[in-house]
């Protein structure tokens, strides 16, 4: 039986009543259960109608993205209220990228740009981006180099428009692997 109150259980309800773009598709994940003393997340993943044509040529197809959402009732300072919505992405990069040294700043940029676009009202956002690059070395099978952006950030919703937080964090999502704008097709996909 749940024992989350009303409030909780409608904002989990709009946050699963939005849904990806047909390229990504939502896979069930456990909630952290220490946080706080209610949580929901749902992550998402690259659907295999992606894998089989819809990326930009020669992108990777392994992106973990997860949202989750928190709720105490015992209002948190810093939290400034009693939700708290926390997203954690990562996406593989192309070697240029990588090595751009406006990277950090572009990453958290899609994801302030995504909150904005969608008219997700906000407080107290705060996270960070992350650049790795593993090199293989020896008999090692794969790339001899591969290269990932980590995005985690967390932020309070300013009103109870849980759906557009939703909508945020899938437009992050495909916006950091390079799929086109809804609509939009790439050259490459004109020409080929």
């Known amino acids: 039986m749940d024992v989350s109150p009303p409030i909780f259980r409608q904002a989990v309800d709009a946050l699963r009543a939005v849904r990806p773009r047909s390229e ?3 896979v069930d994940i456990d909630p952290p259960r220490r946080l706080a ?3 929901f997340a749902m992550g998402v993943e690259l659907s295999e109608d992606a894998a089989a044509g819809s990326l930009p040529p020669g992108a990777e197809i392994d992106v973990t ?5 928190l709720h105490d009732p015992e209002a948190r300072d810093a939290w400034a ?7 954690y992405l990562r996406a593989p990069l192309d070697v240029e990228q990588a090595d751009d040294p406006l990277l950090l700043a572009v990453g958290w940029s899609w994801l302030t740009d995504a909150l904005e676009t969608c008219q997700a009202s906000y407080a107290a956002l705060g996270g960070t981006v992350t650049r790795t690059c593993s090199a293989r070395f ?4 794969g790339p001899t180099r591969s290269d990932d952006v980590e995005l985690r950030a967390s932020w ?3 009103d109870t428009e849980f759906g557009r937080h939703a909508e945020s964090f899938f437009r992050l ?4 692997i390079g799929l086109p704008e809804v609509g939009v097709s ?3 996909e004109r020409h080929g």
Do not use: K, N, Q, Y
């Open 37 to 39: 003393p209610h949580s």
């Open 81 to 87: 209220g009693t939700f708290r919505m926390v997203c």
């Open 65 to 69: 993205g997860r949202l989750v959402l």
């Open 186 to 188: 790439l050259m490459t």
């Open 173 to 176: 999502v495909t916006h950091a």
């Open 138 to 141: 020896g008999d090692i099978p």
């Open 24 to 26: 990504l598709e939502l």
């Open 156 to 158: 309070t919703p300013g």
